[in-house]
């Protein structure tokens, strides 16, 4: 009953698998893109292989960010707090910054980075509760259940209209095969109402290699909303149901300071008699409001067959096909003292094990999405349901038909070892292009 449940509210995240020739069709305008990838990773890219962890207890910081200071190059960690950092080679000098919720950020100068087996590790900014005049709750989960229950006081409750840019990944091992964006708008509902978010496709395109699958076509189900469910505020059922929540753990992790703020760091997990995979992770709380600002999580993958009944909607009989990681970030941004759903990040890897084959295939999909702009939806009207995305969705189906040379501009190149924050600011400036040459606040 339990397994039933929550493969329901994961409903939109799931993996397609099918033969390859099939879907052999897209190759003719992505062969060349992924070869000119190829080169690039080998001829014109220094790679630098690692791990960020905790200094005091060595674990793993899951979505630890690395940034090559003053430039566009950025990569995060996997739920194993492992990294590849890829920097042009051209570029022999600068620091790489190293930043985690809550920690010290630290700078590396890139002349001490090595090939490989890099570890960094970043100690705690600890803030002592005592020295702050505020109350401490008297015990974790009480805390997460009132900042659950205050999230019509500190979150959105109009109607939002919101422009977000999407970006998903699929990588066999370390290589890209499948590289999707789009610009999406977001009818985000008050977080206070049941109603579920809609989101209308405005500008989206594809690169995939389907040689680069070994024999099968990956496809990733949900598209944009993948990272829109993250949302805890807004889609709580989603991790912490009013069944669940008593199936997990919570206990406080050593207090931090973001922007000057007092975070509470919340630690949860699955009680050991539950059987079914559920989540673990860090929710970071504001202690004076009881706002949740951001949250890190991972699903405990004990039972693979039940892992993999999660997610997996579609394989050939010859395959098992199980995920290795699953993880996901959300982050809220503040404005007028309302909170709001800014980015959120979500990591899936997987293997896959075929019948009378020696070696097994390691895959991994990635996608992220970031609020761009923002603002009141003042009429309150939603898209109709046959321009709506559905959440069963499969963006790489569905790219190609949207691609728009003229809006993409000089963007025409997707550039999968670019920050999204680097992919944004160019998207803004054809988004503000559009909206004067429409003269209409939106796209």
């Known amino acids: 009953m339990r397994i039933q449940r929550v493969s329901i509210v994961r409903q939109a995240l799931g993996i397609y698998l099918s033969a390859l020739f099939s879907l052999s069709l897209g190759m003719w305008d992505a062969q060349a893109f992924f070869q000119d990838i190829t080169q690039q990773e080998t001829i014109q890219y220094n790679q630098y292989k690692g791990e960020v962890v905790d200094s005091q207890n060595n674990n793993p910081l899951v979505f630890a960010s690395l940034t090559l200071e003053g430039s566009n190059i950025s990569t995060v960690t996997n739920t194993e707090g492992e990294f590849l950092l890829k920097i042009p080679k051209s570029v022999q000098e600068g620091d790489v910054v190293v930043t985690f919720l809550g920690y010290s950020t630290k700078m590396i100068p890139l002349s001490q980075m090595k090939k490989d087996k890099n570890r960094i590790a970043l100690d705690i900014a600890v803030t002592a509760l005592s020295e702050v005049n505020i109350s401490v709750p008297k015990d974790a989960f009480s805390l997460v259940k009132e900042t659950l229950r205050r999230k019509g006081e500190n979150y959105f409750d109009d109607p939002t209209l919101m422009t977000a840019f999407y970006r998903e990944t699929i990588k066999r091992r370390r290589r890209n095969v499948s590289l999707s964006e789009a610009v999406v708008n977001i009818y985000k509902a008050p977080y206070t109402s049941s109603r579920q978010d809609a989101v209308k496709l405005y500008k989206a395109r594809k690169s995939t290699d389907y040689s680069k699958l070994d024999t099968i076509a990956l496809k990733l189900q949900g598209g944009p909303f993948n990272a829109l469910f993250v949302d805890i505020m807004k889609y709580p059922d989603f991790i912490f149901t009013p069944e669940s929540i008593d199936d997990y753990v919570f206990s406080f992790d050593r207090s931090t300071t973001i922007n000057d703020k007092l975070i509470y760091v919340i630690n949860f997990k699955q009680r050991e008699n539950i059987l079914e995979p559920m989540y673990q992770g860090k929710l970071y709380i504001e202690a004076d409001k009881k706002i949740l600002t951001s949250a890190i999580y991972s699903l405990n993958i004990t039972n693979r067959g039940m892992a993999s009944r999660m997610f997996v909607r579609k394989k050939p009989r010859n395959a098992r ?123």
């Open 321 to 443: 096909v199980y995920p290795t990681q699953v993880a996901y970030r959300v982050d809220y941004l503040e404005k007028n003292g309302r909170w709001y759903y800014g980015y959120s990040n979500a990591l899936l890897e997987f293997k896959i094990n075929w019948d009378k084959k020696l070696f097994n295939s390691v895959y991994s999909m990635t996608c992220e999405m970031a609020v761009t702009d923002w603002e009141k939806n003042e009429t309150g009207i939603i898209p109709k349901s046959r321009d709506r995305l559905k959440t069963s969705i499969i963006l790489t189906d569905e790219a190609l038909g949207f691609s728009d040379p003229d809006f993409w501009g000089d963007y025409n190149i997707i550039e999968p070892e670019k920050s999204i924050e680097n992919a944004i600011k160019k998207i803004l400036r054809q988004l503000k292009r559009v909206k004067s040459d429409s003269g209409t606040s939106k796209p």
